[in-house]
């Protein structure tokens, strides 16, 4: 039987900065409660302007030596920073499922997806072997790249390591000093790796915490000395970070939210289809921002809508599915379900109140998946994020229908199709306006080293997180053109040895 019971000693979140782990008893905190019970699981410090001057000062004075270490040096930190989070994986993934509410078995799929990360930024020095080309005759031009300095990123809830190891590693192997804001709802996990990279031999200095909420965020982005910010989190601050941090000359690329449609034609394997459906808009308690959120049925595909709500009706909730975060994001949900049904929806599957096998779980955070039929693409619940395992049916006569509802979205993350037609599948890839396209897979998240990033409002900003994309973000290249001096006949060396000789 699964084990569902979690160490729930009080943590208390420190900041970190120059390599030293931060008491800060002066500061206001937060009390953090897990999603699962409602029990108090830690506190958290909520830093102000003071504390960002000081860890971005000890920052700025720790990256100068870690970006005169040779590529392979980093990497090599990072991979013994990845060896110590295998060791450590059983804490590590109690850490983000008892923050977060995810099930572990997902706290363990977003955990592997950030070590797939690792990996990638490792790879880079087999990855920048510049060519150097003779651009005329005798003159060279050659790569070399550059870290930027201090850069930080500033982290969501709903992945407590994952989204943080988009970024670290990548940021660190070209050779900056990286700071993270970790979400305020989830900052445990981050004090973990935060340890885990000083164990691994980083420099003091070149990874710190600083926890708060949004003076904080602003405070970095207005400091002199930072000089890029990856953000990634809901539409409204995505675009207020990227707009502050691009008006003061940051380099910032801001990925925001989501609300992704699944494309189903009647020609589709039902099965596939609906275990695809049922897991994108279930997975992680539909709080991901590769959900599926609308399903679009193509013609009469009753068939794969009823398979898709027999498999909805037997999710064990705090087994199959987790938790949602907090108690107003919870409301949120609640009540965008109770607006599309007054609005002339139908409810084919109503998970509210449903509830969990978790101890305590009625002091704890719980909806079930549901699922909303007959909406039209201007109601909320087509519209909004609700970011909840929240299904909305919509019915179109045609593909090119389809894909134009799907298009009109604000959000351009993420679009599925499920058929068994090539030409389905590939009108669908060439016509969608969204950045990441799944064809028969209901949660297309690329696989390093393509890259991860969405289009629209889901990004501002130019390129990627992740692949090389994240790579290119995280530093400059210079551009280096060399020539010599012929070497003469009979020319001696300062030591008066000849180097050519003339018969
Ligand atoms: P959020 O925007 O509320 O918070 C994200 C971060 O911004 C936190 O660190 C928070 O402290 C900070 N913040 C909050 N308000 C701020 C403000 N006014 N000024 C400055 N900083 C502020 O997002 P969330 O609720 O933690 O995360 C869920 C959202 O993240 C969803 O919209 C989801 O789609 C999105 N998300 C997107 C991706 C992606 O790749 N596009 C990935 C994961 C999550």
Redesign the pocket.
């Known amino acids: 039987m699964t084990d569902l019971s979690f160490n729930t000693t009080v943590q208390q979140c420190r900041n970190l900065s120059g390599g030293v782990w931060h008491e800060d008893t002066h500061l206001p905190k937060r009390d953090i409660f897990s999603p699962y019970n409602g029990k108090m699981i830690g506190r958290v410090p909520l830093s102000g302007a003071d504390e960002v001057s000081r860890t971005v000062a000890a920052a700025a004075e720790a990256w100068p030596a870690w970006a005169q270490t040779s590529a392979r040096q980093r990497a090599e930190v990072l991979a013994r920073f990845k060896a110590l989070m295998i060791e450590n994986m059983a804490r590590l993934v109690d850490s983000v499922a008892i923050e977060s509410g995810k099930t572990r078995v997902e706290a363990e799929a977003g955990l592997q997806k950030g070590m797939e990360i690792i990996d990638f930024a490792i790879s880079l020095p087999n990855l920048d072997t510049w060519d150097s080309s003779e651009v005329s005759q005798g003159v060279h031009c050659q790569f070399r790249r550059e870290s930027l300095g201090v850069v930080v990123g500033?982290?969501?809830?709903?992945?407590p390591a994952m989204?943080p190891l988009?970024m670290i590693p990548l940021a660190l192997v070209v050779g900056n000093a990286f700071v993270l804001?970790?979400?305020?709802?989830?900052p445990l996990t981050s004090q973990i790796l935060g340890q885990l990279l000083m164990d691994a031999g980083l420099p003091q200095g070149v990874f710190s915490i600083i926890n708060?909420?949004?003076?904080?965020?602003?405070a970095l982005?207005a400091h002199p000395d930072v000089k890029a910010a990856a953000?990634?989190?809901?539409?409204?601050?995505?675009s207020?970070?990227y707009r502050?941090g691009t008006s003061l000359h940051k380099r910032v690329l801001a990925?925001?939210?989501?609300k992704n449609h699944i494309i189903v034609t009647p020609d589709c394997e039902p099965t596939l289809t609906a275990k695809g459906i049922l897991s994108s808009f279930t997975g992680c308690a539909g709080?991901?921002?590769?959900a599926a959120s609308v399903l679009i049925a193509v013609g009469n595909i009753d068939h794969v809508i009823e398979k898709v709500v027999e498999l909805a009706k037997k999710q064990c909730l705090g087994r199959d599915m987790g938790a949602i975060?907090d108690s107003s994001?919870l409301k949120r949900i609640e009540t965008a379900v109770a607006n599309a049904e007054s609005q002339g929806a139908k409810i084919l599957l109503d998970g509210r109140g449903r509830k969990s096998v978790v101890q305590d779980s009625e002091k704890g955070c719980w909806i079930g998946p549901t699922i909303i039929d007959h909406a039209n693409a201007k109601m909320e619940c087509a519209q909004m994020?609700i970011?909840g395992p929240v299904l909305t049916i919509i019915r179109a006569s045609g593909l090119e229908e389809a894909v134009q509802i799907s298009n009109a979205s604000p959000y351009g993350?993420a679009a599925s199709v499920f058929t068994t037609r090539g030409d389905i599948g590939q009108y669908v890839a060439q016509n969608s306006n969204s950045g990441m396209i799944g064809i028969n897979i209901g949660v297309p998240v690329p696989r390093e080293p393509f890259s991860?990033?969405?289009t629209k409002q889901?990004?501002f900003g130019h390129g990627d997180?992740t692949g090389k994309s994240g790579l290119d973000f995280w530093s400059d290249l210079k551009k280096i053109t060399t020539t010599w001096p012929a070497l003469q006949a009979n020319q001696s060396t300062q030591s008066g040895q000849f180097l050519l000789h003339t018969t």
């Open positions: 500033i982290t969501p809830f709903n992945f989204v988009w804001k970790p979400s305020e709802k989830v708060g909420e949004a003076p904080v965020v602003n982005l953000f990634v989190g809901s539409t409204a601050v995505a207020h970070v502050t990925l925001g939210g989501a709080q991901r921002c590769m975060i994001s994020e970011f993350n991860f990033g969405g889901s990004r997180i």
